[in-house]
Each structure stands twice: as C-alpha cells, then as structure tokens.
T-cell receptor
Framework: EAQVTQNPRYLITVTGKKLTVTCSQN?????MSWYRQDPGLGLRQIYY???????DKGDVPEGYKVSRKEKRNFPLILESPSPNQTSLYFC??????????????FGPGTRLTVT | SQELEQSPQSLIVQEGKNLTINCTSS?????LYWYKQKYGEGLIFLMM?????EEKSHEKITAKLDEKKQQSSLHITASQPSHAGIYLC??????????????FGKGTLLTVNP
C-alpha cells in the first residue's frame, strides 16, 4: 500500500529538548515536504526536498532542520523546541515536481506540544 | 503570492441534503487539489483538476474547475455522516520552479447531522 508514515503521532516535550519527527514514504518519490498546520493560519510549508541531499527552505523554516540522506526518509529536527512550535505537522511526498498532475500524498500527522 | 479563499467557512447540513463548497483563487490555477481532513488527522486526497471546465466525480463527490481556472467547486450529493470533516482546496504552484508547494485555503468544516 502506497503511504507516507510519520512517527511519533503524538509528542509532548519541554522547551529546549531536541527532538526528531521521522517521515518515510514507500513510493520512491523524489519530492518530499514538511508542513505545519495551525488554527487560523492553515497549512504552511517548512522545508522541502527535491531529492537526496537536496533540501531548501519553505515559508516558515526558522527553528527547524531537515536532512535527506535516503530517498525514502525525510526527518524533521527541532534542535531546541519552543512553545510556538506547538502544532500539527504533516509530511508529504509526490512523484515528479516538475510534471504537474501528480497527487501529493500526506502522512497522518504528528501533534507536537512544547511546554 | 497566490491565495485561496474557501466558502463557506463552516456548513451544517441534514443527512441526505446536497451541498457545495467553493474555492476561489486570486490567480489562474495550474492544478487544484481537493483534500478531506478528519479533525486532527491526515489529509486524504479526493481529486485533482487541471483543465478549464474539467469535472471529476468519485462516489457522491463531484469537483469542477471553471473555464477561467480561477474557481473550483466541490459538490456532495445526498450527504452522509461519513462526509463530515474539513475540506481543503490546494493550488499547485503556477511557475516551473522546483518547489511543488501546495498553497491551501483555510478549509471548510462540514457537519452532517443524522
């Protein structure tokens, strides 16, 4: 089954404690992306990756890091989480970013609370 | 930058009723995605439209893109409680850049009362 998986699904942590949210896709997609969803602000892109070792900033990259060492994995790293990073996070992937018409698959989401 | 406005923001209907959700873009749409989200959960892909005048259907849900490619509508026929959730429209980027970021509307919250 084609899918994007994220772990953990729920996480409560404290300010400053480094954490990683993993994302994995089984569709051999080149393009992967992270979004955060906040009430009243909708979905905003954090980082994206065109392929292995190719990443770039989205709209709200501050406080986040990513890496793309393997095609299937795209972890989101919060080196020093702060309460304003409390949000619902989604990982997404798609096959061919330059060829429009491809479905973007989204993961189930990770609800992060930073106290 | 491209903006998407969805209307209505929320909608309560009786089971069995038809309903329409609209998505209007400030710029020409090069690809319009419809997703459904259960509260606090992931986005489920419904349909994608690309051509002006295009219409697609899946079960009781029909989506259309107008000829000018600036407005899309999602129509649900004979709504059921399983249709309840948040419906989001997302626009594909209108340039040939490397970032395939979808720009989303704020969503329409649909409640279907039995």
């Amino acid at each position: 089954e084609a899918q994007v998986t994220q772990n953990p699904r729920y996480l409560i942590t404290v300010t400053g404690k480094k954490l990683t949210v993993t994302c994995s896709q089984n569709m051999n997609h080149e393009y992967m992306s992270w979004y955060r969803q906040d009430p009243g602000l909708g979905l905003r892109q954090i980082y994206y990756s065109m392929n292995v070792e190719v990443t770039d900033k989205g709209d709200v990259p501050e406080g986040y890091k990513v890496s793309r060492k393997e095609k299937r994995n795209f972890p989101l790293i919060l080196e020093s989480p702060s309460p304003n990073q409390t949000s619902l996070y989604f990982c997404a992937s798609t096959a061919a970013p330059k060829l429009r018409g491809y479905e973007q698959y989204f993961g189930p989401g990770t609800r992060l609370t930073v106290t | 930058s491209q903006e998407l406005e969805q209307s209505p923001q929320s909608l309560i209907v009786q089971e069995g009723k038809n309903l329409t959700i609209n998505c209007t873009s400030s710029k020409t749409l090069y690809g319009l995605y419809w997703y459904k989200q259960k509260y606090g959960e992931g986005l489920i892909f419904l349909m994608m439209l690309q051509k002006g005048g295009e219409e697609k259907s899946h079960e009781k849900i029909t989506a259309k893109l107008d000829e000018k490619k600036q407005q899309s509508s999602l129509h649900i026929t004979a709504s059921q409680p399983s249709h309840a959730g948040i419906y989001l429209c997302g626009a594909a980027p209108n340039s040939g850049g490397s970032n395939y970021k979808l720009t989303f509307g704020k969503g329409t919250l649909l409640t279907v009362n039995p």
